[in-house]
């Protein structure tokens, strides 16, 4: 068996000529680029993107697209700073509320957070799990509080909002004392893992 040289493949040729995109903005135009290629007009490509899995899609990628891009923007900016980290951490809460999805709000906001990324994730899942308007849809109808007396969605609100701080607090807190507990193990030692809950 012989050793063949080894030659550039077309996927490196390809990167070296095409702009750094995220990946879902590569699927849009991807999928804009085949109804076009198959000769379909404007109107009914943007009517098959609207079906099926365009549609949901559709319905996120107000949130989805400018966060990924923003993610990929401030990753390739490099602009993590102790300010630009706190700013991170202290919007999490109202990112990870907003945009209706944790995951999405810590890809936004975790390359300006620098050594606080932990605090974002904790700070965007406590905003989507308690601030409108997904948290407290999503706990009402999971305690089958829906429509009942004393559920009305302002007291929803009110009680995410009063229930975010500590909560976010409480996770932040959690992971600083177990860095904090880590820093004092010698070197060399293994740290015991934790029994699980």
Not at 41 to 62: H, M, Q
Not at 67 to 78: H, K, V
């Amino acid at each position: 068996m012989t050793d063949l040289p080894s030659t550039k493949t077309a996927t490196l040729d390809l990167k070296r000529h095409l702009p750094d995109l995220p990946l879902v903005i590569w699927m849009v135009l991807l999928t804009l680029a085949l109804g076009f290629a198959g000769g379909m007009g404007a109107d009914d490509v943007i009517a098959k993107i609207n079906t099926g899995f365009g549609r949901a899609l559709g319905e996120f990628a107000l949130i989805l697209l400018p966060s990924f891009t923003l993610a990929a923007a401030l990753s390739q900016r490099n602009v993590g700073s102790a300010g630009a980290g706190r700013t991170a951490a202290l919007a999490s809460p109202l990112a990870g509320g907003g945009m209706i999805c944790p995951d999405t709000a810590y890809a936004a906001l975790s390359p300006a957070a620098g050594r606080l990324k932990l605090d974002v994730a904790f700070g965007s899942y406590a905003g989507f799990k308690l601030l409108y308007p997904a948290g407290p849809l999503i706990v009402a109808t999971g305690l089958g509080m829906t429509g009942a007396a004393g559920a009305e969605p302002v007291t929803l609100l009110i009680c995410g909002v009063l229930l975010t701080l500590p909560v976010w607090a409480a996770g932040v807190i959690r992971a600083a004392s177990r860095a904090w507990i880590r820093a004092q193990v010698p070197k060399g030692l293994r740290m015991p893992r934790p029994e699980p809950f």
